[in-house]
């Protein structure tokens, strides 16, 4: 038993101590790093097909809810939806197909951030994701600020009639 103690207490030191490096934000941070950190709204979320023309992410609609949170620790969370999802039934429990309805118009994921202001890339490193796929992998997003906005694209995820998606963030203020 009290070998058990120390080795415990030793084991807690090494993890928190490895999670604390691991999301240690850099001293001083570049002017683009410094603008991420806080809420963002999710203004629109499109793609953008091979021919050059733009619509609205076929899954979150035309009009989507959503909220990206960055924080200056180094963690980020992200959660959108189609505004025009269908209610369950039984608000308590869907069906199959509700379920699988309501994922459909949904994505959400979790971890932490880097920021590479030379590439003008932010990487989120996902913990968490409604897609089992994307956890454990990093998912490299170009950045563009333009007064309070903030617009992601990637190129993962995308059907083979399209070269681009893009989401543009607001800066987000509560509502209460």
Known sequence: M???IPIAAGLLLVLTLGQT???ARPANPGPDAQRFPGAWRVFSVTDTRLDGMVVPDLYLGAHPAGI???EATGYMCYG???RDRAKWVDESS???AELANAAEGYDSYCGTYDIDEGLKTVTHHVRVALVPNDVGTDLVRTY???G???RLSG???LKPSFKLWTVTLERATPAR
Do not use: A, D, I, K
Request: a positive charge.
């Open 94 to 96: 869907g069906t199959p």
């Open 148 to 150: 309070n906005q903030l």
């Open 68 to 70: 990206f949170v960055y």
């Open 155 to 157: 190129t993962n995820g």
């Open 2 to 4: 009290r070998r058990t």
């Open 144 to 146: 563009e600020f333009s």
């Open 80 to 82: 959108s939806m189609n």
């Open 21 to 23: 490096v691991r999301t």
